[in-house]
């Protein structure tokens, strides 16, 4: 049996902006983030390191790793959704440049993409597949990733809807524990 660990990265400097599969490294504050992060967690034990490979959250694993003297393991099946033309900007940046399509965007989500950019059900389809691997191992696992991912194991694995996935995901270096179907 495995529990996961889901951890939010640390923040960015383009924190506010639709971040996706950009790759800032962390900020300042971000290691701030780590480091009460490390203090949070330093009762537990982890295995295993599972992380996105984009630096933000590589950055956030290998202090993790650091600490509980374990390996790390990076895969882009924990990446956060493509926004595509969107990456950098801002909702206020996106209305601007084509306000048509941002109100449709916003009317019909998750069912429509930002342009260019990765489908709802493809990034769900990823997420949920390397989530059922890890769930197939047996260990305790930190899962360093992204805030829409850790939405899309809220979502359909905990059975929590929209706002509330978001409340639970906003903070940076946030987390939560998944086993057997019980979040934490």
């Known amino acids: 049996m495995s529990t996961l660990l889901f951890i939010r990265h640390a923040e960015t400097d383009m924190a506010g902006t639709f971040c996706g599969q950009s ?7 971000g290691h701030e983030q780590i480091h009460v992060l490390l203090k949070t967690l330093n009762a537990g ?11 933000r959250a590589v950055t956030t694993a290998d202090e993790l790793a650091k600490a ?8 882009s099946a924990l990446r956060e959704i493509n926004f595509g033309e969107w990456e950098g ?10 306000a048509a399509y941002a109100n449709e965007w916003s009317n019909a989500y998750p069912n429509l993409p930002a342009p260019g950019g990765e489908s709802f059900d493809a990034f769900q389809v990823r997420v949920l597949a390397e989530v059922q691997h890890l769930l197939t191992l047996d260990g305790y696992f930190a899962v360093v990733t992204h805030a829409g991912v850790m939405r899309v194991v809220l979502r359909a694995l905990c059975g929590l809807d929209e706002k509330e ?11 939560f524990k998944y086993t057997d179907g019980m979040s934490r």
């Open 68 to 75: 509980f003297a374990c390996s790390s393991t990076v895969t």
């Open 89 to 98: 900007l801002t909702w206020s940046e996106i209305e601007t440049k084509d």
């Open 165 to 175: 996935a978001w409340e639970r995901t906003k903070l940076y270096c946030g987390f």
């Open 23 to 29: 790759n800032p490294p962390v900020n300042a504050r």
């Open 45 to 55: 034990s982890i295995d295993v390191v599972y992380t996105s490979d984009l630096q």
